[in-house]
């Protein structure tokens, strides 16, 4: 411990003699992690883990040429997820209607008019219709007061759940519950404000990925009653004239989920699709959430060249920071010959510049972390385009400050390899 | 000259091996950053700027949505005002099949009366308007004409069906225009019908007031209509903004490519400065042999100039090889990304001007060392 303190002391004067190269060198590796930093959140929320849902979750996949057809105009060309991941209105009620006893739900999105009270101006509002099984299947938690039940869902009750951010921005407050809101002029009492801000990939529904999230769920019938127009609906053929065209047409907007938590269950919705769906000729498949993930990955978007041009720029500053530590460390070199002369070994020189670097490197991942959070904050102010703010979690906290003392302990090995080279007669050619 | 100069730098050069590898690297990772940010940030900044071929100076949206629908006061402000349904603002994947016998275009359908060829100004290029245009009537873009009707094959009273509406038939074509939507592909290809969709869901009017009377005009249009209520939503907006949160993220976005930029910059100049102020400092033994050898004072700062333009070069070229292969591999990602010249030259100015910046005072202060240094140990 003494010779730890020893060396500390030695470490700690040698980078106050030399303030403005620390002072480089600690920018240098601060900046750099601090972009580093922000574009792992960034990575993270584009590209995330595949979230800890219910292992019986299934979805069908009934094939949609027309819908397929039309998906390759989107910016994710060929990813075939409006078509691939969500049925028509006619297949959804085939899908839903086995009788198996088990959680299921059918659920898309829209946007209504909606005011939070009587007198309130109006507002439009992304509207979720889901069934009341949605909650439970997709781990969707209510913050203050609840979810709508099964029982709510059939008596056609007119009851909300409010997410998060809604409730705070549009309504004032966090708890909600008990509130009455104006839904296309029809009062709905909101039984539940969610507790946190939905993930920016939902996966009961990616085709509304990297959009404003969803600010109320209503239940899964009174989209039908209220005569929405569901959004992103893939049309494959003309609608009828009339209120309820949508719903027996072949236009393909419902996401269904359903749970078959055992073999028993699996194998007799599998004879049932087969009963009902086989006939058709129409290819599907049926697929675990686990089977169904890896084939609707988010595709390569922007995110994934930033990654790159931040790594290489981590890089560069690692560079950088090696080049300031080399020059240090050369600067030195009379003053490292005397250490030699007096019998220090190249291994204990070695170890001294390395401690220095442990030194710089805590303060610059603390520095990093700074910065990551101020650009997240810049990047919240001026740049998101949507309503779920960027967060630097624990997680990215981590790995930047581990990046950023990783960097810095590579960074200074070949500084401190060469000046562990210096000759103990280096000092003598100076006298 | 070349030999002169590029001898002793390159024999420092092996000498100083690691620390060189360094500068180069560092050079090169700045201007792989610096370059891919100066690309995209253009790339960004063209397509949110992108026009819609259309003027749009006076141009307002009118949307009500909920219960019912109202008429469009008469205003002495403005000019013409035309019905249309979404997509008129290309959201939410009103993407479809248009088709012509067996052949199948992916394109847009927009809903629209009559007026909007007056309303937005479209250019006819073939067909005419005529007053008694009947319902099913299709006027298609240039974009749209050319994929469905390849080879100037005529379209004018061709029949032509789509996924998403009842067959129509083609009264006119006219020159190209824009959705503006940075998510969609296909923004020029486009059929405006002249009819009601089945589910129109909201009334959307685009109005074109007198010249230089659009805020008068959206004034008129606010008091005619009122300020919405609990179970109705008036929005009217200047359809210069159509698509505003879009730009002001761009805005953003360039922004933040500033700030890391500048800090790149930052980061390369302080590399810069402390690496020269070292290699002269390493190197006032060998600047004093020189001089006693009768090197002049601008010799010697120019060969300190000359080693740091080639430590320049050296890393442009590292980054430029970086930068092209990044983008060549990331090509996709960004639709019709222009990746001009003039952006790496730029960059390249910018990083080499930086290097014999930082290399100058450093040089001078070499420059000013006496040959009696050459006597003296390091």
Redesign the interface.
């Known amino acids: 411990v003494g010779g730890l303190r020893y060396h500390l002391r030695l470490a700690i004067a040698s980078l106050r003699r030399d303030r403005r ?1 620390t002072i ?1 060198v600690f ?2 590796l601060a ?2 992690s601090g ?1 580093w930093t922000m574009i792992v959140t960034h990575y993270r929320r584009s590209y995330p883990p595949a979230p800890d849902l219910p292992p019986g979750l299934h979805q069908v996949e009934i094939r949609h040429p ?1 819908a397929l ?2 998906d ?4 994710a ?1 060929g990813s075939g997820w ?1 078509a691939r991941t969500r049925v028509t209105f006619p297949e959804y009620e085939l899908l839903a209607g086995s009788g198996i006893p088990t959680r299921q739900t059918g659920t898309y999105r829209t ?1 209504l ?1 909606v ?1 939070r ?8 509002i992304n509207v979720r219709f889901a069934g009341a099984d949605f909650f439970g299947l997709f781990r969707v938690t209510p913050g203050a007061g609840r979810t709508f039940t099964r029982d709510e869902e059939q008596r056609g009750a007119a009851v909300a759940v409010v997410g998060r951010c809604f409730a705070e921005q549009q309504i004032g407050t966090a708890n909600a519950v008990g509130r009455t809101l ?1 839904i ?2 029809r009062p709905f009492q909101v039984v539940g404000v969610l507790g946190a801000d939905q993930p920016e990939r939902p996966e009961w529904d990616i085709v509304w990925s990297a959009r404003d999230q969803d600010a109320l769920y209503l239940p899964f019938d009174w989209g039908r009653r209220l005569s929405v ?1 569901p ?13 309820e ?2 719903w027996r047409s072949d236009a393909v907007f419902v996401a269904f989920w359903m749970e078959l938590p055992d073999a028993g269950r699996r194998a007799a919705y599998a004879d049932y699709l087969a009963r009902v769906l086989g006939p058709r000729g129409q290819p599907y498949w049926l697929r675990s959430y686990a089977a169904w993930r890896p084939l609707f990955t988010e595709p ?3 995110i ?2 930033f990654t ?3 790594a ?2 981590l ?3 690692a ?2 920071a ?3 530590m ?2 240090k460390g ?2 030195r070199r009379p003053e490292l010959a005397i250490h030699r002369a007096l019998g220090a070994t190249r291994a204990a020189l070695f170890r001294m510049q390395m401690l220095e670097a442990v030194l710089i490197a805590f303060p610059a991942a603390v520095g990093g972390i700074a910065c990551g959070a101020a ?1 997240h904050v ?2 919240n ?5 949507t309503d779920m703010p960027v967060a630097l979690g624990g997680t990215e906290v981590l790995i930047g400050a581990a990046t950023a003392v990783a960097v810095t302990l590579l960074a200074a090995i ?1 500084p401190a390899w ?1 000046a562990s080279r210096t000759p103990p007669t280096f000092y003598l ?3 | 000259v070349i030999e002169l100069e590029l001898g002793p730098t390159l024999r420092a050069a092996r000498r100083h091996k690691g620390a060189f590898a360094l500068v180069v690297m560092q050079l090169g990772a700045s201007f792989t950053i610096l370059a891919s940010l100066v690309v995209v940030g253009a790339w960004i900044r063209q397509f949110s700027r992108m026009s819609t071929g259309f003027d749009e100076t006076d141009l307002i949206g009118v949307e009500i949505h909920g219960a019912g629908s109202m008429a469009l006061p008469a205003s002495s402000e403005i000019a013409a005002a035309s019905r249309l349904w979404p997509p008129v603002r290309a959201e939410d994947g009103a993407l479809t099949l248009h088709r012509v016998g067996d052949r199948a275009v992916r394109g847009w359908s927009v809903y629209a009366d009559r007026s909007v060829v007056g309303v937005l100004g479209l250019r006819l290029i073939e067909g005419a308007l005529p007053v008694d245009v009947g319902p099913g009537a299709v006027i298609l873009t240039q974009s749209l004409r050319a994929k469905l009707f390849p080879g100037g094959a005529p379209a004018l009273g061709a029949t032509i069906t789509s996924d998403d509406a009842p067959p129509g038939r083609v009264v006119a074509v006219v020159g190209d225009v824009m959705l503006r939507d940075p998510y969609f592909s296909d923004l020029h290809t486009i059929a405006i019908r002249l009819s009601r969709p089945p589910t129109p869901g909201v009334a959307s009017y685009l109005v074109r007031a007198h010249a230089g009377r659009r805020a008068a005009a959206a004034a008129a249009l606010a008091t005619a209509l009122g300020p919405g209520g609990p179970d109705r939503v008036v929005a009217i907006t200047p359809y210069a903004m159509v698509g505003s949160r879009f730009r002001s993220a761009a805005d953003g976005l360039q922004k933040l490519f500033a700030i890391v930029g500048l800090t790149v910059a930052a980061i390369a100049l302080i590399g810069a400065l402390a690496g020269s102020s070292f290699i002269v400092a390493a190197r006032r033994r060998d600047v004093g042999v020189r001089r006693a050898l009768g090197a002049r004072r601008r010799d010697i700062l120019r060969y300190f100039l000359v080693e740091a333009s080639l430590m320049a070069a050296l890393g442009v070229g590292l980054g430029v090889t970086v930068t092209g292969g990044l983008l060549w591999a990331m090509h996709g990602l960004f639709y019709e990304l222009p990746i001009k010249t003039e952006h790496f030259v730029v960059v390249a100015v910018v990083l080499w001007a930086n290097a014999i910046g930082a290399a100058w005072l450093p040089a001078r202060r070499a420059a000013q060392i006496p040959p009696s240094m050459a006597s003296q140990g390091g």
């Open positions: 190269l480089a920018l240098c900046l750099g972009m027309r057809e039309v390759k105009g989107t910016v060309e409006h946007r008019v005011a009270d009587p007198a309130a101006p109006a507002r439009m104006l296309e002029g127009s959004g992103h609906a893939a049309l494959q053929s003309p609608l009828a004239d009339d209120p065209a949508l390569a978007s922007d994934m060249f790159i041009v931040v290489v720029g890089a560069g500053a560079a950088t090696a080049r300031l080399l020059a050369l600067a650009l810049f990047y102010r001026f740049v998101s385009e070949y060469r050619g100076r006298v």
